[in-house]
């Protein structure tokens, strides 16, 4: 390993929030020789409660997050956020703005936040988010929060990055509480009704509990979801929503489902790294001037997809 | 690559004014040009401020201040860029900024002051040009 990552590793480890800031970069954008530093940086890791945050936009997860956060470091607990926000797919740009409200929590020592822009990933996270938790896990933050893009049905690629998976939901969404039957609700290990202040919570919270009573029994029976109603404005429900977060987390550690979980998280970041380093191959293998060829021979139906895919496993040493 | 990653701008606005639709313009046009923009909202402190660069790990901050506090919120932004050992990230300020305190705010090194009716494009194309070399090559 080259000796600056190394210093860079040794800063990080011991608490320089600069050093974990710069990691961060390096993980994002894959400067080469990082995923050394990925590699040692995993073997101090694994201490953290990864805990993800999703729901639609305009729910309240940011404000939720910050008042988890400071719920959090009342109980002594130092805080890493990952706020994952869009990016553009025009300008390639994005607008990260979960900090506007989060500003309390500025100047805080031990609360680190991050704001990420998702970069063309479509399931409410970016490509980069397990790695930056495994940086920050190792920097000894713990919990660790997520709070995914603005969520709807599909976006279910926190439950591959989370411990636990918190849902946001909001009154006066009872229509779509319906609609969200499967993806994102069968994801959850606990619901949040956010803005309790607001008429039709209650109704909210019994609609996810008669959908909750509808649910296969594998789900619920070990761990009986909790469906915690919230405000931030009045700074309700905090406390019973961490209470219930460290339950899940006892349950998950007992139950032998954190590992569980842990191991098939791993798995399936082995399988994009090599997923990655296929297509990696592939690029080398084909010139454009190659692929356009067979592009145009596929669609005068000269050829056909399959057969080509077949001669390009081949030569990618992929068939036996 | 790394070289063509995306650039990293944190918008911030120091002081007690609380007019943010020039620095809300102003990270929506960075957006469009292709960069990811941190924004953090009204009424931050220079410790906030810093604290933000440092985390977010950005190449630029750009200030929007309207209230005249400038010349006691500056130099203590730059100050503590400098206690953090961060010196490698582009500072420029923009908002009511009279033109007799623009060379002592360029002394500083805030390198860009963009006052009312400064076209967007300029400041985009500042930005890109003004980046440090070597933060785009995200090195350690």
Known sequence: MQNQHRNLIERLLSGDRRALARMVTLIENEVPGTRDSLAELHRHAGRAHIIGITGAPGVGKSTLVTQLTREFRRRERRVAVIAVDPTSPFSGGALLGDRIRMMELAGDPGVFIRSMASRGSLGGLSAATRDVVRAMDAAGYDPILIETVGTGQAEVEIMRAAHSVMVVCAPGLGDEVQALKAGILEIADLFVVSKKDKPGANQTAAELAMLLSLAPERRTAAWRIPIVLTSALKGEGIDQLVDALERHRHFLQESGLLQQRAQRQIRSEIEALILQKVLQHLGEEISPDEWQRLLSEISERARDPYSVARELEERLGLVR | ?140
């Open chain 2, 1 to 140: 690559m790394a070289t063509t990653r995306p650039i990293r701008v944190l918008v911030a606005k120091p002081g007690l004014d609380g007019h943010d639709r020039g620095a809300k313009v102003i990270a929506r046009a960075l957006r469009d040009a292709g960069m990811e923009v941190i924004y953090t909202g009204i009424r931050q402190t220079p410790e906030m401020i810093v604290e933000a660069a440092i985390q977010e790990d950005v190449d630029a901050i750009l200030l929007s201040i309207l209230s005249g506090a400038h010349m006691a919120l500056f130099p203590r932004i730059m100050e503590l860029l400098k206690q953090n050992g961060v010196t490698d990230v582009l500072v420029a300020a923009g908002g009511i900024l009279p033109d007799e305190d623009i060379p002592a705010i360029k002394a500083m090194g805030i390198k860009g002051c963009f006052g009312p009716g400064t076209p967007i494009e300029q400041i985009i194309q500042f930005v890109r040009e003004n980046i440090h070399p070597e933060r785009l090559q995200v090195e350690v």
